[in-house]
């Protein structure tokens, strides 16, 4: 594994379903992020964690759940799926020594259609 | 609040003119600028940041930005253009007391014709 993975590459959901997509980066580092990419919108921050065992609300966090047991991974769970859940989603991760200085890295993104 | 700008939804160019995506930003405090591209069905990459200092920043693949504090810009520029730079250009601000919230601009798409 180099820098971030995310899974699956694509997936079309029927609406009602749960569904989680899985990211895992192995930079160590200790922030990382969702974001759901939407044409004319760019990137929307759903969901962040600071460090291990601690998680935060972004922009657009209804709908969208996330834990954070280990420094490596960091899941998003859509509950329920609606089909304004579709989109294209990317995981990133920062250092957070230095803080906002740093910038993120992503992974290549899933895209979700709900149907 | 904190929002960016970037004004131009396309910019086209030919190969070997020189490029320029503009950007614009709103914070209440101190930014921090970073500029991301995006290639097709790939994850931004990090192309360049201003932290503090020298105002034109220099990055990845030739490209460089200048931030103007009085106009609140930081345009992305590159003084020859290749075919390859086809892409979508995003740029972000972070207020350097918030930790976590980076904003994204609503994306530039770049083509540069042969």
């Known amino acids: 594994i180099a820098g971030i993975t995310q899974a699956p590459t694509s997936q079309i959901l029927a609406a009602g379903r749960r569904m989680t997509l899985r990211c895992t980066q192995d930079m160590r580092h200790n922030a990382m992020y969702w974001y759901r990419q939407d044409l004319g919108l760019g990137l929307r921050l759903i969901h962040y964690s600071n460090t291990a065992g601690t998680t935060g609300k972004g922009e657009v966090p209804d709908g969208y759940s996330v834990s954070r047991a280990n420094t490596d991974d960091f899941p998003l769970t859509l509950a329920s799926a609606v089909p304004s859940q579709t989109s294209v989603y990317f995981c990133?991760?920062?250092?957070?020594?230095?803080?906002?200085?740093?910038?993120?890295?992503f992974g290549p993104g899933t895209r979700l259609t709900v149907l | 609040a904190q929002s960016v700008a970037q004004p131009e939804d396309q910019v086209n160019v030919a190969e070997g003119n020189p490029l320029t995506v503009k950007c614009t930003y709103s914070?209440?405090?101190?930014?921090?600028l970073f500029w991301y591209v995006q290639y097709p069905n790939r994850g931004l990459q990090f192309l360049l940041k201003?932290?503090?200092?020298?105002?034109l920043v220099k990055g990845s693949y030739g490209f460089e930005a200048e931030f103007n504090k009085s106009q609140t810009s930081f345009h992305l520029k590159k003084p020859s253009a290749l075919v390859s730079d086809s892409a979508l250009y995003f740029c972000?601000?972070?207020?350097?007391?918030?930790?976590?919230?980076?904003?994204f601009g609503a994306g530039t798409t770049v083509t540069v014709r042969a």
């Open positions: 990133a991760s920062s250092d957070w020594s230095g803080r906002a200085r740093n910038e993120q890295f």
């Open positions: 914070v209440s405090g101190n930014p921090y």
């Open positions: 201003y932290i503090t200092g020298d105002n």
């Open positions: 972000a601000v972070r207020e350097v007391a918030d930790d976590y919230k980076l904003s």
